[in-house]
């Protein structure tokens, strides 16, 4: 069993080092709460589809905003798992990574199931996997990954051994939104609550808050509703929602014990 803390951070288009700063103290604030893991949201340094994507995109895992992650995790000995806009050559990836407690990027993935309307933004992402902890297994994905065609992306994270999905996400709605008639989260339940019950899986997912003041969504409000999704399928925790509902959420999580390989070990049956 482990901590982890998903942090619901404030993150202003463009304002790379504010941003960052947020992320290394509620890094440190989730550390010292006693977190072993501590999951950041999506585009935690730029903002998502933010136009200085093109021009302030860094390296994996040789950019500032990288290595300033990968140091938080290393000073306060826990894994840290964030989405990041990388630059790699002339392409530029909505990617993420996951950090261990010695301060190695131990997994790096870029976004595959992009919207359409990010993919002025975004170059197409070229990777899937996990890494394994003493935590367990970790799978990566991002935000809209896990609603893709069939859930493939997720579902294949689960054949590759996956104990616990993690997932920065950047969930928005209208300006006009209404929460009272419509409560935000049903389309992420529907992606999320099948595979965790097929694979006895958790999937957590860290949302940030604050307005998208520049790009394709600009006007629209980042709202939280963070959500872990236990292996049984229920409900295990939803952070609150709003434009300024910024708050670091816990839960302690439990891998469910997995067969020997050749015993089923990528086949295990949905908890009942």
Known sequence: MFKLALVQMWVEGGAKHRNLACAIRSSAQAAQAGADVVLLPEALDLGWTHPSARSEAEPIPDGSVCRALTGAAQEHG??????????????????????????????????????????????????????????????????????????????????????????????????DHDQARTPYGAEWREAYVPVAREFALWIASASNVGPISAGPWQGRRCIGCSLVIGPDGAEMLEGPYGVDAETILYVEIEPVPRPARGDGWNQRPPVE
């Open 78 to 175: 826990v894994y840290v798992c964030g989405g990041l806009i990388e630059r790699a050559g002339e392409r530029v990836y909505n990617a993420a990574i996951i950090a261990d407690r010695q301060g190695g990027v131990i997994l790096h993935h870029r976004k595959l199931n992009e919207l359409e309307l990010a993919h002025d933004c975004y170059d197409q992402g070229d990777r899937l996997g996990v890494c394994h902890t003493e935590l367990g297994t970790l799978g990566l994905m991002i935000c809209a990954d896990g609603f893709a065609r069939d859930r493939v992306l997720s579902r294949s994270l689960g054949y590759m051994g996956a104990d616990v999905i993690l997932s920065p996400s950047s969930w928005a709605v209208p300006a």
